[in-house]
């Protein structure tokens, strides 16, 4: 029905910047919010940001004023800006789609997942 494609993570440096973006495509008549979640070894999936249909967003503490998340509506694609990126941001970043309209049905999706990792 709907399929996540998620791109741009990898090996930077710290206080370098990566752009993460996720496509959904399919069926989709809505999306109410898309979001970005992140899950460090060892460590249970966070939220980092999330963001509405109306452009209302939400971050993470440990994130804000460094990543910045948007949206594009008529492709059906969230994106993350991370700048100022540090170590402890190394994990695998997921998105997240939430009350998505398709076929008259309502589902939730996560992506793939993509690694980014924050070394010197």
């Known amino acids: 029905q709907v399929q996540l494609v998620e791109s741009g993570g990898g090996l930077v440096q710290p206080g370098g910047s990566l752009r993460l973006s996720c496509a959904a495509s399919?069926?989709?008549?809505?999306?109410?919010?898309m979001g970005w979640y992140r899950q460090a070894p060892g460590k249970e999936r966070e939220l980092v940001a999330t963001?509405?249909?109306?452009?209302?967003?939400n971050y993470a503490d440990s994130v804000k004023g460094r990543f910045t998340i948007s949206r594009d509506n008529a492709k059906n694609t969230v994106y993350l800006q991370m700048n100022s990126l540090k170590p402890e941001d190394t994990a695998v970043y997921f998105c997240?789609?939430?009350?998505?309209?398709?076929?008259?049905?309502?589902?939730?999706?996560w992506g793939q997942g993509t690694q980014v990792t924050v070394s010197s």
């Open positions: 997240y789609l939430d009350r998505v309209v398709v076929d008259g049905s309502i589902y939730d999706y």
């Open positions: 399919g069926s989709i008549f809505s999306i109410h919010a």
């Open positions: 963001i509405t249909s109306i452009d209302t967003t």
